[in-house]
């Protein structure tokens, strides 16, 4: 994409939606729901994050993530906001790690951090894509996924070295949440026949080794053994398989729309 080039929801203009092989549609279609659903629980702790420096931190971080799933969407259907929040919840293809509440400060955290360190990886593929449009988005994508890293990573290893309590917490964190940020990578079922097309560069299980390295090597810098879990408690048929807390999350995102179905996104 030239610099200065105008854009339309993150595509260079001239670019248009085309009709893409199914395939192509449901791995666009699931790293568009896993942004949207994230940068909607990035959200939630705006006014009740620890310090008010991490309030706006992920207001910020959470809106990217918004404005990446609006790219997305935006490249796979003309009518973005259907795709956003008007499809029932067994068409959504979000991740059960995205899913989740999260509700304690060091699992948002970390769910941050195994979020976004993936999410570099995941943009780096889709940088590398044969399908028009989609480079462009994710080299800007790219831009901001560098400052969310930075943020995550340096702020949880503060607090890995902090004081016995703090890395307890945190170590507990990723205790919990690797089994959820690990089955992230479970593609869906149409990835062998994107990756033939070119669509992504390539496949989620090799991906995922580069991610488990980097998570693993900054893990043990700062004290913590990693276990890689089984992830076949949480497998997703897919991705097809919504969690126990879609349902929530759908609620809070469609809540204008049950006021107003006139509104728009």
């Known amino acids: 994409m030239a610099p200065g080039a105008p854009e339309r929801d993150g595509l260079p203009d001239g670019i248009g939606v085309t009709t893409l092989d199914a395939a192509t549609h449901e791995v666009i279609l699931a790293f568009a729901d896993d942004e949207h659903v994230m940068g909607h629980r990035h959200s939630e702790w705006i006014g009740v994050a620890p310090f008010l420096e991490e309030d706006l931190a992920f207001a910020s971080i959470g809106q990217d993530e918004l404005g990446h799933a609006s790219a997305l969407y935006g490249r796979i259907a003309d009518d973005v906001e259907h795709l956003a929040l008007r499809r029932p919840a067994e068409e959504y ?27 570099r990886w ?3 593929n889709m940088a590398r894509s044969s399908v028009e449009g989609v480079p462009g988005i994710a080299a800007r994508a790219l831009v901001e996924e560098d400052y969310h890293r930075r943020h995550a ?14 890395h307890r917490r945190v170590a507990g964190a990723f205790e919990r949440l690797l089994p959820l940020a690990d089955a992230q990578w479970e593609p869906v079922a149409g990835e062998p026949a994107a990756l033939a097309v070119g669509a992504l560069a ?9 991610w488990r390295a980097e998570v693993g090597e900054l893990l043990a810098a700062h004290g913590v053994t990693v276990a890689w879990p ?4 949480v497998r997703q048929a897919g991705r097809t398989r919504r969690s126990e807390h879609f349902a929530e999350v759908q609620g809070a995102l469609t809540e204008v729309l049950s006021l107003d179905p006139a509104a728009s996104w």
Do not use: F, I
């Open 230 to 233: 089984d992830p076949a408690g």
């Open 153 to 166: 990573v340096t702020l949880t290893a503060r607090l890995l070295d902090a004081t016995d309590e703090s």
């Open 93 to 119: 293809r979000s991740c059960w790690l995205v899913e989740a509440p999260c509700r304690a400060w060091e699992d948002a955290l970390v769910r941050h951090l195994l979020y976004d360190t993936a999410e």
């Open 122 to 124: 995941r943009w780096e």
């Open 202 to 210: 390539r496949p989620s299980a090799e991906v995922a080794s580069d």
